[in-house]
C-alpha cells in the first residue's frame, strides 16, 4: 500500500510540475479549414494566423515570443490577428497592472514587428487591456503597424472582389455593436468578426450576416479534465466541454482558440496554440 501511495504522489508531482513549468510553453499549431458562404474563389485558401492572450510578462518569456513569431510566419498568412490580452494585468489594481504592461509592450513589440502577413496586422483589445489602460495599448499597437478594430472593420481587396473583417469592443469591459460595426459592406462579401470574448457573440445581430467569428479569452479553460472538461471557462456561452473549438450558438458560426499564452501559467490537458485558419468556398459541408 505505501509503495501505492508513493507512487501516486511521484505522478501528482510530476503532473504539477509538467502543468506548470513545461504545459504553458509547449506551443501548438493548429490548423483549420473553413467554409464560407459567399467566399469568392480569388480568397480561396486565404490564410489567417490567429493570436491570442499571449499575457506577456517581464522579465522572461522571450523564448516563447520567438516561438509565436516563427510558427506564424512558418504559416505563410495573409493576415495576422490579434485578439488581445497582451500584457498582465489586474482588474483590482490598476498601478501593479501600468507596472507589468509598461514592461512587457515594449519587448513584446519588438517580437510582434516581425510578423509577416501580405495584408498586415488587425487587432482587437481584450479585458486586460482595458485593466491597464485601452488607449495606451492602441497607440502601442499602432507602433508596432496593428490597425485596432473597436466596432469597425476593414474591407480586404482581390481582383475586384472582397473580404470584410470587423473587430468589436470586449463584452465585457467594453461595447459589442450588434453590426460588428459594419453598416455599409460590399454587396455578397463574406463577414468575418474578430471579438476578445467569445460572449459577444449573445449581442451580436443575426441579421448582421457574419460567416464566421473567432475568439479567445477564455484560454481554453487552460485545465481540461478527462470527461468533465474544463472547471473555468469565464464566459457565458462557452460551456466544460465547448471552452476552446466551436462553439455552438444561434447567432453565427464561433470558434475560440485556446490562445498563445496565459496570465496564470498554468496548463493541463489544454496547449497554447498558433491558431491558423484556411478559408475555403462553401460547398455542402458545415463546420463540425
Same mark, same amino acid.
Given at each position: 500500500?505505501? %509503495?501505492?501511495?508513493?507512487?501516486?504522489?511521484?505522478? !501528482?508531482?510530476?503532473?504539477?510540475? +509538467?502543468?506548470?513549468?513545461?504545459? =504553458? *510553453?509547449?506551443?501548438?499549431?493548429?490548423? &483549420?479549414?473553413?467554409?464560407? @458562404?459567399?467566399?469568392? =474563389?480569388? #480568397?480561396?485558401?486565404?490564410?489567417?494566423?490567429?493570436?491570442?492572450? &499571449?499575457?506577456?510578462?517581464?522579465?522572461?518569456?522571450?523564448? @516563447?515570443?520567438?516561438?509565436?513569431? !516563427?510558427?506564424?510566419?512558418?504559416?505563410?498568412?495573409? *493576415?495576422?490577428?490579434?485578439?488581445?490580452?497582451?500584457?498582465?494585468? %489586474?482588474?483590482?489594481?490598476?498601478?501593479?497592472?501600468?507596472?507589468?504592461?509598461?514592461?512587457?509592450?515594449?519587448?513584446?513589440?519588438?517580437?510582434?514587428?516581425?510578423?509577416?502577413?501580405?495584408?498586415?496586422?488587425?487587432?482587437?483589445?481584450?479585458? +486586460?487591456?482595458?485593466?491597464?489602460?485601452?488607449?495606451?495599448?492602441?497607440?502601442?499597437?499602432?507602433?508596432?503597424?496593428? /490597425?485596432?478594430?473597436?466596432?469597425? @472593420?476593414? *474591407?480586404?481587396?482581390?481582383?475586384?472582389?472582397?473580404?470584410?473583417?470587423?473587430?468589436?469592443?470586449? !463584452?465585457?469591459?467594453?461595447?459589442?455593436?450588434?453590426?460588428?460595426?459594419?453598416?455599409?459592406? =460590399?454587396?455578397?462579401?463574406?463577414?468575418?468578426?474578430?471579438?476578445?470574448?467569445?460572449?459577444?457573440?449573445?449581442?451580436?445581430?443575426?441579421?448582421?450576416?457574419?460567416?464566421?467569428?473567432?475568439?479567445?479569452?477564455?484560454?481554453?479553460?487552460?485545465?481540461? %479534465?478527462?470527461?468533465?472538461? $474544463?472547471?473555468?471557462?469565464?464566459? /457565458?456561452?462557452?460551456?466544460?466541454?465547448?471552452?476552446?473549438?466551436?462553439?455552438?450558438?444561434?447567432? $453565427?458560426?464561433?470558434?475560440?482558440?485556446?490562445?498563445?499564452?496565459?496570465?496564470?501559467?498554468?496548463? #493541463? /490537458?489544454?496547449?497554447?496554440?498558433?491558431?491558423?485558419?484556411?478559408? /475555403?468556398?462553401?460547398?455542402?459541408?458545415?463546420?463540425?
Amino acid at each position: 500500500m505505501i %509503495f501505492l501511495i508513493l507512487g501516486m504522489l511521484v505522478l !501528482a508531482t510530476a503532473l504539477g510540475l +509538467h502543468a506548470i513549468l513545461v504545459a =504553458p *510553453v509547449s506551443l501548438r499549431t493548429t490548423v &483549420i479549414d473553413v467554409p464560407l @458562404h459567399g467566399l469568392s =474563389p480569388e #480568397f480561396e485558401g486565404y490564410v489567417l494566423s490567429v493570436l491570442a492572450d &499571449i499575457h506577456h510578462r517581464e522579465p522572461g518569456g522571450s523564448g @516563447h515570443l520567438r516561438r509565436i513569431v !516563427a510558427a506564424s510566419n512558418a504559416a505563410n498568412p495573409d *493576415v495576422v490577428v490579434l485578439l488581445g490580452d497582451y500584457g498582465i494585468s %489586474f482588474r483590482r489594481n490598476r498601478r501593479l497592472s501600468a507596472i507589468a504592461y509598461r514592461r512587457a509592450l515594449p519587448v513584446l513589440g519588438t517580437y510582434l514587428s516581425t510578423l509577416q502577413s501580405r495584408d498586415g496586422l488587425i487587432a482587437v483589445l481584450g479585458n +486586460h487591456d482595458h485593466y491597464y489602460d485601452a488607449d495606451c495599448v492602441v497607440e502601442w499597437l499602432g507602433g508596432i503597424g496593428a /490597425r485596432t478594430l473597436v466596432n469597425d @472593420h476593414v *474591407v480586404i481587396r482581390r481582383e475586384g472582389t472582397s473580404l470584410v473583417m470587423s473587430g468589436v469592443g470586449d !463584452a465585457d469591459e467594453g461595447q459589442v455593436d450588434p453590426l460588428a460595426g459594419v453598416r455599409n459592406k =460590399p454587396a455578397d462579401a463574406p463577414l468575418i468578426v474578430l471579438s476578445h470574448n467569445p460572449d459577444a457573440v449573445l449581442s451580436l445581430s443575426a441579421e448582421a450576416g457574419i460567416g464566421l467569428v473567432v475568439s479567445g479569452h477564455t484560454h481554453g479553460g487552460q485545465v481540461v %479534465f478527462p470527461g468533465y472538461g $474544463a472547471p473555468i471557462t469565464r464566459s /457565458r456561452i462557452c460551456g466544460r466541454q465547448t471552452a476552446s473549438g466551436w462553439v455552438p450558438n444561434a447567432t $453565427a458560426p464561433l470558434y475560440v482558440t485556446t490562445g498563445a499564452g496565459s496570465q496564470i501559467p498554468i496548463r #493541463f /490537458r489544454c496547449p497554447p496554440e498558433v491558431l491558423i485558419i484556411r478559408l /475555403r468556398l462553401k460547398r455542402d459541408q458545415q463546420p463540425a
